[in-house]
């Protein structure tokens, strides 16, 4: 059976040098996707030294490390706080540990003022596209209208529809009319019910590609 590997706490020389690293690269306000290849490079200068006993050392135990100490000593400064009047020896790496955790506690507070303002950006660019959306769609709409109105007024213009149909209900005359509108849109808008009631429409096809209005008697 293997005997398990007793874990080995940091000595305090370890941590100091840790934090002596830390403060040199402050991997922590590196790019995002650059920051664990900070905290790898902190980690290979650290193994690479002949005074710190630790090769098995990577980025992640060595950020793991570094939050460690930053949380233990956050902790610390409160509890110091409560107890006033109480001295203590500040060591180089409570100085370290006091400049990191300033620098710490600001990138992060930086960090959310992002975030935030990125949220609030993209809801204005969504809220903008979708004011852009409703105008084009708005602005389509009415283009289609007049052009919907152009067309019936060139048509009844050219052939003089209105007055073909009215001819041709007071002599009750059939007729016949070959457009491309269908046999009863333009008739319905021009003729009214009473055309609709006299008239008997049908479809046709244009051999010219014109708009041809023919009446023929019974």
């Given at each position: 059976?293997t005997?398990p590997?007793?874990?080995?706490?940091?000595?305090?020389?370890?941590?100091?040098?840790?934090?002596?690293q830390?403060?040199?690269?402050?991997?922590?306000?590196?790019?995002?996707?650059?920051?664990?290849?900070?905290?790898?490079?902190?980690?290979?200068?650290?193994?690479?030294?002949?005074?710190?006993?630790?090769?098995?050392?990577?980025?992640?135990?060595?950020n793991?490390?570094?939050?460690?100490?930053?949380?233990?000593?956050?902790?610390?400064?409160?509890?110091?706080?409560?107890?006033?009047?109480?001295?203590?020896?500040?060591?180089?790496?409570?100085?370290?540990?006091?400049?990191?955790l300033?620098?710490?506690?600001?990138a992060k507070?930086?960090?959310?003022?992002?975030?935030?303002?990125t949220?609030?950006?993209?809801?204005?660019?969504?809220?903008?596209?979708?004011?852009?959306r409703?105008?084009?769609?708005?602005?389509?709409?009415?283009?289609?209208?007049?052009?919907?109105?152009?067309?019936?007024?060139?048509?009844?213009?050219?052939?003089d529809?209105?007055?073909?149909?009215?001819?041709?209900?007071s002599?009750?005359?059939?007729?016949?009319?070959?457009?491309?509108?269908?046999?009863?849109?333009?008739?319905?808008?021009?003729?009214?019910?009473?055309?609709?009631?006299?008239?008997?429409?049908t479809q046709?096809h244009s051999?010219?590609q014109?708009?041809?209005?023919?009446?023929?008697?019974?």
């Amino acid at each position: 059976m293997t005997t398990p590997v007793k874990r080995r706490n940091y000595t305090d020389e370890e941590d100091l040098m840790l934090l002596r690293q830390v403060s040199l690269e402050l991997p922590f306000l590196a790019r995002r996707g650059l920051i664990m290849d900070k905290w790898t490079a902190v980690a290979r200068a650290l193994v690479a030294s002949d005074e710190f006993t630790r090769t098995d050392l990577d980025a992640k135990k060595t950020n793991n490390r570094f939050n460690a100490l930053i949380d233990s000593h956050r902790k610390h400064n409160k509890d110091s706080e409560r107890a006033s009047g109480v001295s203590e020896e500040v060591s180089e790496k409570v100085l370290l540990l006091d400049d990191l955790l300033a620098v710490f506690d600001d990138a992060k507070d930086e960090e959310a003022k992002r975030v935030v303002s990125t949220q609030k950006a993209n809801q204005h660019i969504e809220n903008l596209g979708s004011i852009v959306r409703d105008e084009a769609m708005m602005s389509l709409g009415k283009r289609k209208q007049a052009c919907d109105a152009e067309v019936v007024a060139e048509f009844a213009d050219t052939h003089d529809i209105k007055a073909v149909i009215e001819h041709s209900v007071s002599l009750r005359h059939v007729v016949k009319v070959e457009t491309y509108f269908g046999d009863q849109w333009p008739f319905d808008v021009l003729c009214g019910q009473q055309g609709k009631d006299e008239l008997a429409l049908t479809q046709g096809h244009s051999q010219r590609q014109k708009h041809d209005a023919v009446c023929l008697c019974d």
